[in-house]
């Protein structure tokens, strides 16, 4: 139990201490390194997908910026903060930028909240992406984001953790049908390779979490029905719009990818 009152289990593994492990971070227990030694060994790609996925983020966020009016973020399944966060990239580019980071493991909870208490243009929302309304009415979200003007809807490395059954179009649809024309939608989502790696990869996910999908090309370009899917489309998260490194995660840079790196996918699209 944490001074705020917010229980954090240091007994089973969570998804958002598992992935800082990979990242190299701190904030991880011994249930969380077991779990994720388990990936290295058996997907030993595990750590550069993870930074793969990483360094897309930050470029998206970049680009949203940068060459669009949106300066609103809702960033879903933000996990624990790490190095250049959605909204440190989005105001260093834009200072007016407002992020709400959404997120349901306690310790996501208290440590962002802990990282944003000076930044009155941020703020940390628990809920369940799964049922997005409680995200859209949450009274954070109301006082940060106007729906009325474009906003960044970010599923980043977040909707392969939604099983089928639990429809993650919907989760989109939602989110699509609440926001302006001209809003950006950017997905990273764990890519099938059609290997016994993936299939493996996935058993463990599901074992440890009872989620964990690895989809399709078809099946990921699906969950953005309805929008524009912008250039370069969906692809290795390495080969969106790689730029020469301008931060601790590093892109493609023109370099062959491994075979790990196909195996997770980033891309933007627009609402019409
Ligand atoms: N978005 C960050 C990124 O791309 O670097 C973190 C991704 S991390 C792999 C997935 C995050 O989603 C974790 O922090 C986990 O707690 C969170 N998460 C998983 N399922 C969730 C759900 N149903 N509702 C809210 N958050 C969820």
Partial sequence: MTDEGISIDSTTPSIARVYDYLLGGKDNYAVDREIGDVFKRDLPGSVGIAFANRAALTRAVKEIVTTTDVRQFIDLGSGLPTADNVHQVAQRHAPESRVVYVDNDPQVLVYGRALLEQNDRTRV????????????????????IDFDRPVAVMFSAILHHVNDDEDPARIVRYWRDRVPSGSCFFVSHFRSGNNSETREAEKVLQQTFG???????????????????????????????????????????????????????????RKP
């Avoid at 628990?126 to 979200?141: F, K, L, W």
């Avoid at 370099?255 to 996918?265: A, C, G, K, P, S």
Wanted: hydrophobic share 40%; proline share 8%.
């Fill in 211 to 269: 989620r964990g999908r690895w989809r399709s090309d078809e099946e990921i370009e699906h969950l953005l029905d309805g929008l524009e899917i912008l250039d370069p489309g969906i692809v290795p998260a390495p080969l969106w719009r790689p730029e020469a490194v301008d931060s601790q995660w590093a892109d493609a840079g023109g370099r062959e990818l491994t075979v790990w790196e196909h195996l997770i996918t980033a891309g933007l699209a």
């Fill in 125 to 144: 929302v628990a809920a369940d992406v799964r049922n997005p309304e409680d995200v859209y009415q949450h009274p954070d979200t109301r006082e940060l």
